[in-house]
Structure formats: structure tokens, C-alpha cells
């Protein structure tokens, strides 16, 4: 009796979601998450329960395709547009450098805002902060709490690069000198709970929760979490990696918070949750850190599958057909016209964009909108690549090709610790709404999403002499070469490759301002494009033309 009042209860409760306009939307994203750093995908060696509880009571996106770095990747999430197409496909933008995504484009949280959202970010940026025309409240953030730049040291908040240092933590336009100390995923989460807590239900939320974890930090101590969390983990031998456990442990935390919350506010059951990393990766020591992408090929800006195929999951009790493995082809500048169509915006407003509205794709498991995936195009490195259907072309590559390779061996020995996914903090939350799934079930969605390997001999790749081809539906590792015996689809692929790149805008990076050094803003970074430096007194400001 208790059971038929439970799913008695939860029909009506989806029931509401379905008829309420519009829907609660929430963003997590992990910073360089790798393809097997989560439970869901087939390691036994990190345990992610709450990050794995969503993504079994949801669906798990596994040909989510982003971009090989952070910067071009967040710029696609929020324009609905391919990098190329907005001049931020070359690397990141750093803290003194005077760009921005450009202003002329429209992004995700001013079309909410438009349907009547309230808009919050929490963490990371990293989309341009030398004016501050180009900070989170002057592009349809109602709030921010976090920093600007591309990475910081979690405990003191720092960020240290280009022979620059300098403290970046802020809410909204002040300084956070009182969070200094305190654990950057902690704040986030904190700051998710409270947003979520005070939230008007009578209105939609739009949440952005953009990590720290698991970007390493600065030089001197790159990867950072409280010391007793590391005991958990206790059975990695690698220390750095076993560090790293640590960090991903917090932000798994974080997410079973922020569900948690959700549901505690009454909001779950009118809610879209995606989570999602924003580029492959930091595997084997890339940037000092510590992640797998196992069994995948290459690392963070790459081209390869591991550097370009991210680790994501989408809940929502407005899914038709969830608890599986979704293998429909989806890019990250699909989620603009996504979510603004699940929202009730009209999608047809937004023209000249490269994503497709998928919702109703997800949702009743339907084709994909989208044959091809256009990874990147740019000529200051020489890479391009492209995936059209299950062909995958790539051309050059980054670094000489050092980090082309397999990094990190089968993490994959040992048990799966179910109990703690049934146990967690999200499994509990979503169990109320009566959307979790059974062991049996979560064990076969697991093996669906556990990618494996062909057995087949390697044909060997160099792309820095010859374009490469795969057929990365029955060659996800990209072991087997096969621009020589596929002549005929290595020029098709060739040949759309320079249609696109006819349509490829100039990337739109420049030379970092001496002038943004933080040492001469009080160690901070900000907004120094708004000051004039006294030619007199290199170190005191001028003039103020706006903070």
C-alpha cells in the first residue's frame, strides 16, 4: 500500500512537471573531468555515487562531443555557435589579456532572462574580464560568486600565470577577501544551497555551477583537497592520483548537495540538471594533474577522442525515456537552443547558430538532429578535425604530437561500489520522485556505457605528415588508421572540411597587456581595461573610467 502511494504520489508529481512552464535549469561543470574519472563509465577506482545516481536516473550522453579547451568550450555552451564562428577557437584567454567573448553575441542567460529566469553563476568564468562589460552581470547574470580567470589554487584563491599572480575571488563586483582560506568547492556549494534555499519558486531558476574541480592550481601544490579525504582512497598508489581522488570526491559531494537542495526546496521535480565536463582530461601529468581518459585516446586540447568527447549526463523528471545510454551524436553548442526550447523560448529567434535543438531527442529517444560535429579549425596550431556520421577525420596536431597517445592503464580492477551510488545523497533525493533505478538496472547501463576497445591490429596515424580517418562508432579508441584503404571517404571528409572552413572567422586573441599585471591592482585581477595606469606612479591608478 505504501509503495502504490509512493508511485502514486510521484506520477503526480511528474505530472505537475509536465504541465508547468518552464522548467528549473541547473548546469554542473567539472573543469578537465576525464572520460574515466567516473564510476558510470566502467572505473572502479574513483567513486563519483552522486554524480553516478544522476546520470543512471537520467540519461548518460555518451557521444557528448565539446571543445578541446576551456575557453573555445564555455564560448560554445553559451553562443549556441561553434568556436570558429565566434574567433575563440585558439586557446584561453588569460587574465591580462584584453579580449572577451565578443559583445555582439547573445548568450544563454540573456534569452532566459528574456522568459522571466533568474539568473545565478557560481564559480568559473573565463569568457573575458578586462571591462567590465564583459563580466557575468553585464551578460544576463543576476549574481556571481567565484572568479574570472582560468584556474585557481582551491584553499588560497589565487591564479598564477604568464609570470603573473594575482587573488581572484569575487561576488558580483567586490573582492571575497573573507572566503580566502576556505575550500573553493565548498563555497560553490554553499553558494548553490543558499541560491537554491532563497530562491522565488513562483519564478524559474537558471543555476550555472561551473567548478574548480578537477583544473589543477598553481605550480606549487597543483592538486588540492582537504587532507582526511584522501584517506579514502587509500588504494591508489599514485599519489598525485590519489590527490586527485580527493578533489573529484568534493565535487561529487558538491553535486549531491545541489540535488539534495532541489528537492528539499521543491524544485527537483520541475528541474533539468546537466552535468558535464567542459574538455577531456589532464591526464598523465598534463598541466601537473592527474586525470584518466582511459580507455580514449589523447588528453585535454587535443583533438583526439580524449580530449574532445566529455564526460555528461542529463537529468530531468520531464524526460520520457530515461535511465539509459543516449548514443545520439550531441555537441555543447546544442544546449542553448536546447534549454531555451525546453524552457518555451521560440528557437526559431536564433538564427545563424550551429546547435540544434535536441530536447525532444533526449526525451522520447528520438535521431539526432545533428550528422556531423565540427571539433575544431585553427590555423595558428595547424589542427582541424571533423566527425561526420561515424567517420572521424583529424589533421595536424597540438604539442608535436607528445600527448597523441593511450595515457594511464585499465583503472578498472576491483569492485564497483553500488551500495554507495543507492546510499548517496542524490539517489536519496531522487528516489523521492521515484526515478532511481534498481541495482540490475544501473549494472546494465553501466556496461552500456562502458566504452570498449577493438582488437584489431593499430594501423598507425601521423597527422603532422597526412590526414587521418577513423570510424570512431566501431574504432572509439582511434587504433585503426584507414585514409588509405577508405580513399574515397578520407576526400569527402577532406572536402566538407574546406567547405567549413570557408565560413571560419579570424581567432580573436591578443598579446596580454603588461598593464594587466595584478601586481599593480592590489594583486588582484579585474576589470583593468576600465583604469588608466599614472605614467608617473606605474603602480597607483589614474583615472577610473567605470569598475
Known amino acids: 500500500m505504501l509503495l502504490l502511494y509512493v508511485m502514486l504520489a510521484s506520477a503526480l508529481a511528474l505530472c505537475d512537471a509536465l504541465v508547468s512552464n518552464p522548467p528549473n535549469i541547473v548546469l554542473i561543470i567539472a573543469d578537465d573531468l576525464g572520460w574515466d574519472d567516473v564510476g558510470f563509465h566502467g572505473s572502479n577506482e574513483i567513486w563519483t555515487p552522486n554524480i553516478d545516481a544522476l546520470a543512471y536516473a537520467g540519461v548518460i550522453l555518451q557521444h557528448h562531443y565539446v571543445a578541446p579547451i576551456c575557453t573555445p568550450s564555455r564560448a560554445a555552451l553559451m553562443t549556441g555557435k561553434y568556436p570558429i564562428h565566434t574567433g575563440m577557437q585558439h586557446g584561453v584567454i ?15 542567460p540573456q534569452y532566459l532572462k528574456e522568459l522571466g529566469y533568474k539568473t545565478h553563476l557560481i564559480g568559473k568564468w573565463h569568457l573575458g574580464s578586462y571591462k567590465k562589460e564583459y563580466l557575468p552581470r553585464h551578460r544576463g547574470f543576476d549574481s556571481h560568486t567565484g572568479f574570472i580567470t582560468g584556474k585557481i589554487d582551491m584553499y588560497d584563491h589565487t591564479n598564477a600565470e604568464k609570470g603573473m599572480w594575482g587573488f581572484d575571488f569575487r561576488r558580483d563586483s567586490a573582492v571575497a577577501h573573507d572566503l580566502f582560506g576556505k575550500y573553493a568547492t565548498d563555497i560553490y556549494t554553499n553558494e548553490a544551497v543558499k541560491v537554491i534555499r532563497e530562491h522565488n519558486g513562483s519564478v524559474p531558476l537558471f543555476l550555472m555551477v561551473a567548478h574548480s574541480a578537477v583544473h589543477s592550481g598553481n605550480p606549487y601544490e597543483p592538486i588540492r583537497a582537504p587532507e582526511h579525504v584522501y584517506d579514502k582512497f587509500n588504494h591508489i598508489k599514485d599519489r598525485q592520483r590519489q590527490k586527485f581522488a580527493g578533489v573529484l570526491w568534493k565535487l561529487d559531494e558538491s553535486v549531491g548537495k545541489v540535488v539534495e537542495a532541489l528537492q528539499t526546496n521543491g524544485l527537483l521535480h520541475n528541474s533539468i540538471i546537466l552535468f558535464t565536463t567542459d574538455n577531456g582530461g589532464a591526464a598523465a601529468g598534463f598541466n601537473s594533474n592527474a586525470a584518466s581518459n582511459f580507455p580514449l585516446r589523447g588528453v585535454k586540447n587535443t583533438l583526439w577522442e580524449g580530449g574532445v568527447r566529455g564526460v555528461s549526463a542529463l537529468f530531468s523528471p520531464r524526460l520520457v525515456s530515461n535511465s539509459r545510454v543516449a548514443t545520439q551524436q550531441l555537441h555543447i553548442s546544442d544546449w542553448l537552443p536546447t534549454l531555451y526550447g525546453a524552457a518555451g523560448g521560440d528557437v526559431s529567434i536564433l538564427s545563424n547558430i550551429d546547435g540544434f535543438n535536441q530536447w525532444e531527442t533526449l526525451s522520447k529517444d528520438l535521431k539526432s538532429k545533428r550528422s556531423s560535429v565540427v571539433h575544431n579549425i585553427d590555423e595558428n596550431w595547424g589542427i582541424a578535425a571533423i566527425t561526420i556520421d561515424q567517420w572521424k577525420l583529424i589533421s595536424g596536431t597540438t604539442y608535436h604530437g607528445e600527448w597523441d597517445g593511450w595515457h594511464n592503464s585499465n583503472r578498472r580492477d576491483g569492485e564497483y561500489k553500488i551500495d554507495l551510488i543507492m546510499q548517496s545523497t542524490a539517489a536519496r533525493a531522487i528516489a523521492k520522485l521515484g526515478l532511481m533505478p534498481d541495482k540490475n538496472k544501473i549494472m546494465s547501463i553501466r556496461d552500456a556505457a562502458s566504452v570498449k576497445c577493438s582488437n584489431d591490429s593499430v594501423i598507425i596515424c601521423k597527422p603532422l605528415e597526412a590526414p587521418c580517418l577513423f570510424n570512431i562508432k566501431e574504432d572509439p579508441c582511434e587504433l585503426r588508421n584507414l585514409a588509405e584503404s577508405e580513399p574515397e571517404i578520407l576526400h569527402k571528409m577532406l572536402t566538407e572540411l574546406s567547405e567549413v ?18 601586481k599593480y591592482w592590489g594583486q588582484l585581477y579585474f576589470n583593468f581595461g576600465d583604469f588608466e595606469l599614472s605614467n608617473s ?7 577610473c573610467n567605470n569598475s
Do not use: C, Q
Open 94 to 108: 588569460y587574465g591580462a589579456e584584453p579580449r572577451g567573448l565578443p559583445l555582439s553575441e547573445k548568450i544563454l
Open 501 to 518: 572552413n570557408r565560413t571560419v572567422v579570424p581567432p580573436n586573441n591578443k598579446p596580454v597587456d603588461p598593464h594587466g599585471d595584478p
Open 537 to 543: 606612479n606605474p603602480t597607483g591608478i589614474k583615472s
